[in-house]
């Protein structure tokens, strides 16, 4: 679909690539000249012309997916631009092209076949995975240099399928309907981007795709409305009758362009209130990204904004001995009320130090507000709420030397925050059978607390959003929703620990499973180095730890600087310094579709 912008963008550091040998029927570009078999195509023109348009754009990496725009198993000629760009016909490949050099990714299945028809120009490379930032553009760049792309089938039409054994598809959009009204979640809208799924709702078929009955299509579908995107052109009387085109109503079609189905679900996410309802393996990324949660990490970040400068002002004004646990909470709000869009707190600020921090929701009063000391530990527990988000993060900070006893605490506690974010779980698991992570750290040296894990969290909605979380009677977690992370440990009249992020549940490419899930955490605020112990980390925990911090790095840097905060960005790059020698960044707010698993693609050795 050329307005649909579905190939990704990305911005990437230099990398190296090793292409794969052969011999024979082969290609070998170690000799001088290579050696080509009569099986290459020769990619050196279309690569030069597809790198003049990426300049002007400012793109450092184009990926060209395997696929079409409904990422569709079969895909028509006119779709397979892995195989115009890279002379490769196999049907699993993702293509990434830098202005130095130009790769493709595929299994084992087709390493001799890409060795054949690939030229010099590319290397090949073996699936892995790495989380990069990626953004569609409107414009298809791989269109624009294919001159003699194939059109549309000439003959390609739409035709009822009707039996005595399927329902009709009034009924069907009814049984939708009463699916959406029983969802927890209150979809407003139903998108289907999958070419089978249109097709079924509708009982209609088509000859757009090879080997498939389907056509080019979206279908969104309201309570009110149904939207059905196809090539007008190909439209019938028939059809329009069949479909009750020329009415308006519940069970009446709206027939619409195909190629306006951005325009026109841009247009519909825009209006107050609607909730989308997608089934994330078969939506591109430029529908994707104008209905999923990325405006909430959007929130995150300006909320991190205000945890960040009170953090800094706390450890420059406690030294002095002025400050309390009222004035600090009254400071982070200020702070907040500053950020776009604020409607005030989510919830009564939780600041606290010493013997009040073990009251797991103890709030200052006048009465009860304690100075603060670089002698005692210090937890703050706060949120917002947004015009486009509501947020919540808890951090735990010392001013002054910790014992050993509190640096090993919040490190078991951080420890358990790590376990939960980084596991790996199918979809459909429930938070009850996971939320032990969260404690067997502390349950190894005798120690536990006692509230719940972690909790949903609304979208300017309540801060505390019940079904999701970790609890025996919330449901099980599916891709998109949100949950708090929230280990913590409480010693009674001496101090607290909480270490609270929100994150948002995303799919993950496994080596041999599909549908698993993670955790992508979107609270952008370090965590205090002094506290943690380092010697009681795994690798494995100290690594996501600095591909955090990487991330915080990469996302709060250019936030601050748009605010003019430079002072607390010189404050966040010393918190967020790495604790290894090297690590890879990790994806925060990132979009994790099939799309992007298919960009997995990205990119270990290329730029």
Avoid at 356 to 361: R, S
Avoid at 589 to 605: E, P
Wanted: a negative charge.
């Amino acid at each position: 679909m050329p307005s649909c912008g579905w190939l990704l963008v990305l911005s990437l550091a230099a990398l190296t690539g090793i292409a794969v040998g052969a011999e024979g029927t082969e290609r070998n570009c170690s000799l001088s000249p290579p050696y080509l078999p009569s099986t290459a195509v020769n990619t050196t023109l279309r690569l030069q012309e597809l790198r003049e348009r990426m300049r002007p754009l400012n793109i450092s990496a184009y990926i060209i997916p395997g696929t079409d725009a409904h990422l569709s198993e079969y895909i028509a000629p006119r779709d397979n631009r892995v195989a115009f760009m890279t002379g490769f016909t196999g049907s699993a490949g993702t293509a990434v092209v830098t202005q130095t050099k130009a790769a493709l990714w595929t299994d084992s299945r087709y390493w001799v076949q890409a060795e054949r028809q690939m030229d010099c120009n590319w290397d090949l490379q073996t699936p892995h995975r790495l989380n990069r930032s990626l953004k569609s553009i409107p414009a298809n760049l791989v269109d624009q240099v294919w001159t003699e792309r194939p059109g549309l089938a000439l003959n390609a039409c739409y035709y009822i399928w009707q039996s005595e054994f399927i329902k009709t598809w009034q009924m069907k959009v009814d049984h939708i309907r009463n699916q959406m009204r029983d969802n927890p979640y209150e979809p407003t809208a139903l998108l289907l981007s999958a070419l089978d799924e249109t097709a079924w709702l509708f009982n209609l078929r088509g000859n757009d795709i090879p080997y498939n009955p389907f056509f080019y299509s979206y279908t969104l579908l309201t309570m009110d409305d149904i939207w059905l995107f196809v090539h007008l052109d190909r439209v019938t009387d028939e059809l329009k009758e069949y479909l009750n085109a020329s009415c308006v109503g519940s069970l009446c079609v709206q027939l619409k362009s195909y190629d306006t189905v951005r325009d026109d679900l841009q247009k519909y996410v825009a209006q107050p209130g609607v909730k989308v309802w997608i089934g994330t393996e078969y939506t591109n990324y430029a529908l994707y990204e104008l209905i999923t949660p990325e405006p909430v990490c959007l929130v995150l970040l300006r909320d991190a904004v205000a945890v960040i400068q009170l953090l800094m002002w706390l450890e420059k004004a406690v030294p002095e001995g002025k400050e309390t646990e009222l004035t600090a909470a009254e400071y982070v709000n200020n702070c907040r009320s500053k950020q776009k869009d604020s409607r005030g707190p989510s919830f009564e600020t939780i600041s606290a130090s010493g013997p009040n921090a073990a009251l797991a929701h103890y709030s200052p009063t006048e009465e009860s507000s304690r100075r603060l000391t670089v002698d005692e530990m210090y937890l703050v527990d706060s949120g917002g709420q947004y015009l486009d988000g509501t947020t919540d993060i808890t951090r735990t900070v010392h001013w002054g030397t910790p014992t050993d006893m509190q640096r090993e605490a919040f490190t078991r506690v951080l420890m358990g925050n790590i376990e939960i974010s980084r596991t790996i779980f199918p979809s459909g698991t429930r938070g009850a059978n996971m939320e032990m992570l969260g404690r067997r750290a502390l349950w190894q040296v005798g120690l536990n607390y006692g509230h719940g894990t972690g909790h949903g969290v609304g979208n300017y909605f309540g801060v505390h959003e019940w079904p999701v979380g970790f609890q025996t009677n919330n449901i099980p977690f599916r891709s998109g929703m949100f949950t708090s992370i929230e280990p913590g440990y409480y010693k009674d009249n001496d101090f607290g620990i909480r270490i609270e992020d929100v994150a948002v549940i995303v799919p993950v490419q496994t080596k041999y499973g599909h549908n698993y899930l993670t955790f992508d955490t979107v609270s952008l605020v370090p965590y205090d180095r002094k506290l943690i112990d380092t010697s009681l980390l795994s690798s494995e925990q100290l690594k996501w730890l600095d591909n955090y911090y990487e991330t915080i790095r990469r996302l709060m840097g250019p936030e601050l600087d748009r605010q003019g905060l430079h002072e607390e960005k010189a404050w966040m790059l010393k918190h967020t310094e790495p604790f290894m020698e090297s690590g890879s960044s990790a994806s925060v707010c990132s979009s994790s579709m099939t799309l992007i698993a298919l960009a997995i693609a990205l990119l270990q050795n290329i730029i």
